[in-house]
């Protein structure tokens, strides 16, 4: 089962859900599941030039962040063009306390954080992922497929795990920026970077600025 899933993830164009699989190949939800597990566990342990995504349910294959530079000279991507520090530290916060709203995010950063957070949605790496009910029913922000091809994740749980007694502001923005490389000093707004490529695509796409 795990070679066919893997034929299937290959062409697929966009992430599928298990239950999508299940129906397209004819078997049982608890087969594909089986399946992406042992794909998982095959491309973990192989250190092959691709990876098992699984993110909101749904799975895709991409590219393994080991070939990262390779992949993104093949298709002339820019390399050297890194998110910028407000922009980063923002991104941390969202990926680890999801789904979260802008108040909650400028209550950990400390500063309004309305045109960064406008900015990776428009770059496509955050987007709202419901409303919070409460007065006013703000938008609740969450990763894309987007995010986790950047940061070469293939599950949530990949993330670093932050530290109990570390500040989440500047604990979550350091791992962040080890796994992304070193930040621009510069303002959040003209940078850019290259995201990893989905698995079985001929051209990649630059994360750009929104704006």
Same mark, same amino acid.
Request: with cysteine.
């Given at each position: 089962? *795990?070679?066919?899933?893997?034929? &299937?993830?290959? &062409?697929? !164009? ?18 594909? #599941?089986?399946?992406?597990?042992? %794909?998982?566990? /095959? ?5 092959? $030039?691709?990876? +098992? #995504? ?6 895709? %294959? ?14 002339? +991507?820019?390399?050297?063009? @890194?998110? !910028? ?8 916060? &969202?990926?680890?306390?999801?789904? &979260?709203? @802008?108040? #909650? ?13 406008? *900015? %990776? ?9 419901? @409303? ?17 091809? /950047? ?5 949530? *749980? ?16 350091? +791992? ?13 707004? $003209? ?12 051209? $990649? /796409? ?6």
């Amino acid at each position: 089962m *795990s070679v066919v899933l893997e034929s &299937v993830l290959f &062409v697929a !164009s966009e992430p599928v859900t298990p239950a999508q699989l299940a129906r397209s190949l004819q078997v049982s939800e608890a087969e594909v #599941q089986a399946g992406l597990a042992a %794909l998982a566990d /095959h491309y973990r342990s192989s250190r092959r $030039g691709l990876q +098992l #995504q699984q993110l909101h349910g749904k799975v895709q %294959l991409v590219t393994a962040p080991a070939v990262a530079t390779y992949v993104e000279a093949f298709l002339n +991507l820019d390399a050297t063009a @890194r998110l !910028s520090g407000p922009a980063l530290e923002t991104l941390a916060v &969202v990926a680890y306390r999801q789904p &979260v709203t @802008r108040a #909650q995010v400028e209550a950990i950063r400390g500063v309004d954080c309305a045109g960064v957070l406008r *900015s %990776l949605v428009q770059r496509g790496l955050i987007a709202e992922v419901g @409303r919070l009910e409460s007065a006013g029913r703000p938008i609740l922000y969450g990763v894309t497929e987007l995010f986790m091809q /950047h940061f070469g994740l293939a599950d949530l *749980s990949d993330l670093p795990p932050l530290e109990e007694n570390e500040a989440d502001r500047l604990w979550a923005a350091t +791992l962040l920026a080890e796994t992304d490389g070193a930040p621009e000093t510069e303002p959040d707004t $003209g940078a850019t970077s290259a995201a990893r490529a989905p698995a079985g695509k001929s051209a $990649g /796409h630059e994360i750009s600025e929104g704006g």
